[in-house]
């Protein structure tokens, strides 16, 4: 069964970089079929795509944060990490890693979540 | 970026009911729109994916139809397990924009 953890810190201050890595297991990432990507959730609210890479390196990313946010992949390691940075308190949100299949693109496998606060 | 639109926001309904939410987008979006279920303190579950397939799992009382720019989410029977904010997405475009939510309770 594919499963996929997210890891990094839950605190971060403004202006910095916020890192997280997505740790894939019971698959490889390097899979011809699926993009892997991010998903945010700021507290109470509803959901933000930020973007998603192919186990090439090839990626693709939401205008909004494109000029803030890396995406990056290590198949020898089978994980993928995003980078945000000189983040806010805007940023502040569960941050969700997952599978997207193919050119359709949905989420079919998701990890579980985590939180990342903005604050000094 | 396309811009999606849910409704209800909100509705209140009872086990044994027939539930139907309505996503709506800003420009036609083909048959690229996915619906997913997610609850409180939990990722979001992909139901329903292309528009109207059912995603392996998914029990069959989750339905979905539409195309170009109107699409629905039926639940045949509302079942205990099933109240929880429902979202649909877009993947016709970049960015891959989600509707604002439909909480069922």
């Not at chain 1, 297991?25 to 390097?30: A, K, V």
């Not at chain 2, 970026?1 to 139907?20: E, H, K, N, W």
């Not at chain 2, 690229?32 to 995603?55: C, D, F, M, T, V």
């Amino acid at each position: 069964q594919l499963q996929l953890q997210e890891s990094g810190p839950g605190l971060v201050k403004p202006s910095e970089t916020l890192s997280l890595t997505c740790t894939v297991s019971g698959g490889t990432i390097s899979s011809v079929s699926y993009y892997w990507g991010w998903i945010r959730q700021p507290p109470g609210k509803g959901l933000e795509w930020i973007g998603i890479i192919y186990y090439s390196g090839s990626s693709h990313y939401n205008p909004s944060l494109k000029s803030r946010v890396t995406i990056s992949v290590d198949t020898s390691k089978n994980q993928f990490s995003l980078k945000l940075s000189s983040v806010t308190a805007a940023d502040t949100a569960v941050y969700y890693c997952g599978r997207t299949f193919g050119d359709s693109n949905y989420f079919d496998y998701w990890g579980q979540g985590t939180l990342v606060t903005v604050s000094s | 970026d396309i811009q999606m639109t849910q409704s209800p926001s909100s509705l209140s309904a009872f086990v044994g009911d027939r539930v139907t939410i309505t996503c709506r987008a800003s420009q036609s979006i083909t048959s690229s729109l996915n619906w997913y279920q997610q609850k409180p303190g939990k990722a979001p579950k992909l139901l329903i994916h292309a528009a109207s397939s059912l995603q392996s799992g998914v029990p069959s009382r989750f339905s979905g139809s539409g195309s170009g720019t109107d699409f629905t989410l039926t639940i045949s029977s509302l079942q205990p397990e099933d109240f929880a904010t429902y979202y649909c997405q877009q993947t016709y475009s970049i960015p891959f924009t989600f509707g604002p939510g439909t909480k069922v309770d």
